[in-house]
């Protein structure tokens, strides 16, 4: 039985805290939609799309109504293009994009993910052509999102794979020049990816997932935040783990509103409900920053001793309460860092308290890995494919997902800004070490761990 407590937290959550379903995000396979004859692989596509998606605002917004719970993106995640797409090209995989972005305004959703390969032991023919075709199917596209798994705690890493994207995640950056490289705020680079990640630019639908799936991604740092600071203020004496055990009731209580929306939309568009995925994901919002939550931890400045340890907290109890709420938390359930997204992390890299090494090192205990950091326009394709394997390193030795967004900035150094809008927000440009870059030349992979030998 509900109390009259919790129903008032609840109502408080989305009036004053900032706490929303980020997206409902909609799978759909489209391996059925392969072919010889390209016309037809668009539109068997575009068909599918609209035969199973082009409900999908409608009813969304009336099970927003109906519940009273404000719904920010809606979004597509296909089936990964270079399954579906071979044998036309690079030029036909540009189409592919062009016709997914087309479809995507028609039905009147934000992103479509799914323009993306799995290359974590090695490269196919068709995703040569994906990788190749990345620089014009993301800069002359919208709505179009692309991932590369390039990694796994089974597979080891692929550095030819890490490589290829770098050169093509360069030739974006200068595509799209004027927009300071935001092509490549659309395009993630994974070790471990998940099959039902709810959130763009990596959200996929994986080979092993349903025909049709609905997955939520519900965001409160907001919440969180204000979690922690009223326990602070009631209790004169707190330990850290009196404060986990607050974050994780508050996770709790998100992620069930999280699984009661996503229900509520399958039920009424005849699919299978699939995922809720709780990760903190912040907007550059004051309010609704992870950043705010390591500050009520006691973090003075985000990249202070300590700040970590408190991310590893935070995400624990992220997880151990979205875990208790429901049976069905999966895609990444966590917290996320995209720098230029959370104003608290933007600031703290502008001030120098936030270097990419300590951005490295958070990553070991978040949910994703270096996620919309810019960096010099000049940059070497070698030097980001070294800083993507330090990445998937990360990933495959400790069994979790880890991944790269980033952005080089053409025409600019370390200490200018860039400048993306809207829920992107703006960050300055972080120095890179170089230096690594003979290490990546040798190419090949490198071996799974001993660890993954597990049968």
């Not at 069905?328 to 502008?350: H, K, N, Q």
Request: hydrophobic share 45%.
């Amino acid at each position: 039985m509900l109390r009259t407590e919790d129903i008032l937290m609840t109502l408080r959550m989305f009036r004053d805290e900032n706490c929303d379903v980020r997206t409902l995000t909609m799978g759909i396979s489209l391996l059925d939609c392969a072919g010889p004859n390209l016309d037809e692989v668009c539109n068997k596509a575009r068909q599918k799309i609209l035969d199973l998606a082009g409900r999908l605002t409608e009813q969304g917004r009336c099970t927003s109504e109906q519940y009273g719970i404000p719904i920010v993106n809606y979004r597509l995640a296909v089936s990964p293009v270079s399954l579906w797409a071979a044998g036309h090209g690079a030029a036909g995989m540009v189409r592919v994009a062009q016709a997914l972005d087309a479809v995507a305004r028609e039905i009147g959703v934000d992103f479509v993910g799914g323009f993306s390969a799995l290359v974590e032991k090695g490269i196919t023919a068709a995703d040569r052509e994906l990788i190749a075709a990345l620089p014009e199917a993301l800069g002359s596209t919208d709505r179009v999102c692309g991932s590369l798994n390039v990694a796994s705690s089974r597979a080891g890493i692929n550095i030819d794979a890490i490589l290829a994207v770098s050169r093509a995640l360069t030739d974006l950056a200068v595509k799209t020049a004027d927009r300071d490289g935001f092509g490549c705020a659309k395009l993630v680079v994974f070790a471990n990816m998940p099959d039902d990640n709810p959130f763009m630019a990596g959200a996929v639908h994986g080979a092993g997932e349903p025909e049709c799936v609905i997955n939520v991604g519900v965001s409160g740092p907001g919440v969180v935040k204000r979690a922690v600071e009223r326990l602070r203020t009631a209790e004169a004496r707190l330990t850290l783990g009196d404060i986990a055990e607050e974050i994780k009731c508050t996770a709790y209580r998100v992620t069930r509103i999280g699984e009661l929306i996503g229900t509520a939309l399958a039920e009424r568009l005849g699919v299978p409900f699939g995922i809720v995925d709780l990760s903190l994901a912040p907007t550059p919002r004051i309010g609704d920053s992870v950043g705010e939550i390591l500050q009520m931890l006691g973090i003075d400045r985000v990249g202070a001793a300590g700040t970590t340890a408190a991310l590893a907290l935070l995400t624990d109890a992220v997880k151990k309460g979205g875990a208790f709420a429901s049976s069905s938390v999966g895609g990444l359930s966590g917290a996320f860092i995209p720098v230029s997204e959370d104003a608290i992390l933007a600031d703290a890299a502008a001030s120098g308290a936030l270097s990419l090494e300590k951005l490295e090192a958070m990553t070991c205990v978040c949910s994703v890995g270096l996620d919309m950091v810019a960096i010099p326009g000049d940059t070497s394709p070698e030097t980001i494919a070294a800083l993507i394997a330090d990445e998937c390193a990360i990933g495959v030795m400790n069994h979790k997902t880890t991944a790269c967004r980033l952005i080089p900035v053409p025409g600019k150094k370390p200490g200018d800004r860039a400048v993306f809008g809207g829920l992107f927000g703006e960050t300055p440009i972080l120095s890179v070490r170089e230096g690594g870059e003979a290490f990546v030349r040798f190419g090949g992979r490198i071996p799974a761990p001993i660890h993954a030998l597990r049968n």
